[in-house]
């Protein structure tokens, strides 16, 4: 098959998820995969001046060795607001574009706007549209204002697409309240990579000594991008009111909680109990998360960003045999349940009392093997063999 992703994010810079590893999958199977992305992050690079210049990055792998996946990203005006204004031209031409060049036998968006001038796109050719969704994209525009929009386009694009798919349950039932078609909306989960996420490749000692780490230590993880809704403010407070020493917090990632971070653990005086590594290579993870002892999403139950959605850090932190800590959040209750290794707080404020309780109880163990029970049933290439019936599936019913 030829498949054509569309996404609104930057396929290159941000950290793998459900469609990196999907592409790259199919890539190796023989599958010819071209992506339409955005560099959404472009006030970070060096030049921030406007320009229209179309970039193509050919065989693309950051998982797997031997994927060929070709990344296109058409041009726009690196100016707030006229980014996104210009987004809409380029990828419009681009989508418009790809479907004289490459003929795709199938389109698979996870943006909004992308999303939607796909659908428009296809109806003059009939090539099927697949949406999906793995997050609640409209509750991240930063312009709260502009939601209401994101959300009228995202309607316009689930009503017109051949099939929805949702990373887990709970965003299944969101998307089928927003318009999707029920009859043709799925549930497509996550996977893990049970090779790089696997207990076989836990740290040999060597982490826990670089960072500091004694045996008697209880070290909490969090990796991932900081948002501010995160709760890592509330948890790093907490290590300063709590009367065990010997638990630290080691966050892997990068983002808009960084800064903070960084001045209370320095006010704070807590260099050796809060450790900050910025960014790591995805390689590394599985590594630095043996090195814990339990990991933690501790993010505001709250927030709407986070009510639908299951982080993909949660299968492996799962996959590597440890127990987590998260906050009750609708979409990670209603996947794992109460007993599969995830155990549940009201608020990030106790985090670090329901890990001590989870030590004092000898627990820790016990839900890190459940964990790992739960994580191990969805690897990428079972994952990979259901999108693939999918996808031809929906090649076929269009065709019929």
């Not at 999403?297 to 299951?310: A, C, F, G, H, T």
Request: hydrophobic share 40%.
């Amino acid at each position: 098959m030829k498949i054509l992703f569309t996404q609104e994010t930057d396929w290159l810079r941000r950290n793998p998820v459900q469609q990196h590893h999907l592409a790259e999958m199919l890539s190796l199977r023989g599958h010819k995969i071209r992506v339409i992305d955005h560099e959404l992050q472009w006030r970070l690079g060096a030049e921030r001046r406007s320009h229209l210049k179309r970039e193509i990055y050919n065989d693309i792998s950051k998982i797997y060795n031997g994927a060929r996946v070709m990344v296109i990203r058409p041009g726009i005006i690196k100016m707030p607001c006229l980014d996104y204004v210009s987004l809409v031209f380029s990828h419009k031409k681009e989508i418009q574009w790809q479907i004289k060049e490459f003929e795709p036998d199938i389109i698979v968006g996870f943006g909004i706007l992308n999303s939607y001038l796909a659908t428009s796109a296809v109806r003059k050719n009939y090539t099927p549209f697949i949406y999906y969704w793995i997050d609640v994209l409209h509750r991240l525009i930063p312009t709260r204002i502009l939601q209401p929009i994101g959300v009228l386009v995202e309607r316009m694009a689930l009503k017109q697409s051949d099939m929805v798919l949702a990373i887990n349950e709970g965003l299944k039932d969101y998307v089928v309240s927003l318009g999707a078609p029920k009859e043709r909306t799925r549930v497509l989960r996550t996977g893990i990579n049970d090779e790089l996420f696997n207990p076989a490749n836990s740290d040999d000692g060597s982490l826990r000594k670089q960072y500091g780490f004694s045996g008697e230590d209880i070290v909490l993880f969090f990796m991932g991008w900081l948002y501010r809704f995160s709760g890592l403010k509330e948890v790093a407070r907490q290590l300063i009111e709590s009367e065990n020493r010997n638990i630290k917090l080691l966050i892997v990632g990068e983002g808009d909680s960084y800064e903070e971070l960084q001045r209370i653990k320095i006010e704070q005086n807590l260099q050796d109990r809060l450790i900050l590594t910025g960014k790591k290579d995805y390689s590394e993870i599985p590594a630095l998360i043996s090195a814990a002892d339990i990991c933690i999403l501790p993010s505001y139950p709250d927030e709407k960003i986070m009510q639908d959605i299951v982080p993909i850090k949660m299968y492996e932190y799962m996959a590597m045999q440890k127990p987590v800590i998260a906050t009750r959040l609708p979409g990670v209750m209603k996947e794992f349940g109460e007993t599969n290794g995830v155990v549940y707080v009201d608020r990030p404020e106790d985090v670090i009392l329901k890990a001590r309780e989870l030590i004092q109880g000898d627990k820790v163990a016990e839900l890190g093997l459940k964990a790992r029970e739960f994580a191990a049933r969805n690897t990428w290439e079972k994952v990979t063999d259901e999108f693939e019936e999918i996808l031809e599936e929906t090649i076929r019913r269009k065709q019929a």
